[in-house]
Nanobody, 116 residues
Framework: QVQLIESGGGSVQAGGSLNLSCEVAERIFHPISRMGWYRQPPGKEREFIANIIRAGSTNYAASVKGRFTISLLITKPTTTLQMNSLKPEDTAVYYC?????????WGQGTQVTVSS
């Protein structure tokens, strides 16, 4: 597993934007296979938001498609999640996930709160 450092969470009003970032915080010796984001709303299970593979293909949950954009900087490696048109139902702890050398690793989580 690899250590991940997340940043960028916070509080915003509905309709606002936030940008989350997740960086691999150690030296790696193999290419990252996939990086992505999940979230866990209060009282609910963790759910998939978006991911991006090394070749650049992306996948999004229906609930965020068209509002969120995931990107990947291979050289860092870092993934960012640009979140626009935020809704109160986007309130959750957001977790970064990376698939590296066959293992899945998670970030510590960052809180996103959207008020109406």
């Amino acid at each position: 597993q690899v250590q991940l450092i997340e940043s960028g969470g916070g509080s915003v009003q509905a309709g606002g934007s936030l940008n989350l970032s997740c960086e691999v915080a150690e030296r790696i010796f193999h290419p990252i296979s996939r990086m992505g984001w999940y979230r866990q709303p209060p009282g609910k299970e963790r759910e998939f938001i978006a991911n991006i593979i090394r070749a650049g293909s992306t996948n999004y949950a229906a609930s965020v498609k068209g509002r969120f954009t995931i990107s990947l900087l291979i050289t860092k490696p870092t993934t960012t999640l640009q979140m626009n048109s935020l809704k109160p139902e986007d309130t959750a702890v957001y977790y970064c996930n990376v698939l590296y050398n066959g293992d899945s690793s998670w970030g510590q989580g960052t809180q996103v709160t959207v008020s109406s």
